[in-house]
């Protein structure tokens, strides 16, 4: 918990999700996937420098992301 108001942060819950098609044998394979499928806005550090030098920073999480992958195994 936070000691300042402003970098409080209420709960909060990621989904990633992928799917993926691949080779009998393991030698290749294709995925496509989502980062934080509900684009939750959260923040993975947060400092109180209020004091000194007078500011507060936080750090934020990525927004949702998508990729596509074409794996070979050799």
Request: hydrophobic share 40%.
């Amino acid at each position: 918990m936070s000691s300042s108001e402003i970098l409080a942060q209420d709960s909060y819950a990621l989904v990633n999700a992928f799917v993926g098609l691949g080779a009998e044998d393991g030698s290749w394979e294709i995925r496509a996937g989502v980062r934080n499928l509900l684009d939750e806005t959260y923040t993975t550090q947060a400092f109180d420098l209020a004091d000194f030098p007078g500011y507060q920073l936080a750090y934020y999480g990525a927004p949702r992301t998508a990729d596509i992958r074409f794996i070979v195994r050799r």
